[in-house]
């Protein structure tokens, strides 16, 4: 699937409204997680009810939320409503919306140690969800093999390109 390519500009501007939390403060982080708390739960909650199990079966074991919710709880943050999710019914659609989410904790893990760095009370458990598991990886080797036609291709994209704009 070509979604890196197709999706690079909503990566790219999602990345720059990243940019413009202060992690290294701790309004600037809380800020930073419920951000993430009002469209993580969003997108997560529609791909468990368009029944991404039994698309993904190690799916349990990538979901955020709770680590999530767990620390902005150790802030003394309350999530703000969720923004609205997606259409990921579909396979294709789920495909999309799975690859943002599951290439974000690439960045996670970058932030993590930034955030470690200033704030090394700071909790942590949405960053390093799944640190030292080769989540990535496993769903780069899971997603190649699905078969795709080009209609399935551009409804991911469409669907990825929708999970970036909730995060925005």
Do not use: C
Not at 7 to 19: F, I, K, Q, W
Not at 33 to 48: D, F, Q, T, V, Y
Not at 89 to 100: E, T
């Amino acid at each position: 699937m070509k979604l890196r390519t197709a999706t690079r500009a909503a990566h790219e501007r999602v990345d720059r409204l990243g940019e413009g939390f202060d992690l290294t403060r701790p309004a600037g982080y809380r800020a930073f997680l419920e951000g993430h708390a009002a469209a993580l739960p969003a997108i997560e909650n529609e791909l468990e009810s368009a029944g991404v199990a039994q698309l993904m079966p190690d799916w349990p074991g990538r979901r955020r939320t709770r680590a999530l919710m767990q620390d902005l709880a150790d802030l003394g943050a309350v999530a703000p409503a969720p923004v609205g999710a997606p259409d990921l019914r579909s396979r294709a659609q789920q495909m999309g919306a799975l690859y943002v989410l599951e290439g974000s904790r690439l960045g996670g893990a970058y932030l993590r140690r930034q955030v470690a760095q200033a704030q090394p009370e700071a909790p942590a458990a949405y960053l390093a969800h799944g640190a030292g598991a080769p989540l990535w990886r496993s769903f780069l080797a899971w997603l190649e093999v699905q078969p795709a036609s080009a209609d399935d291709e551009a409804e991911a994209i469409q669907a990825a390109e929708a999970t970036f704009a909730t995060f925005e």
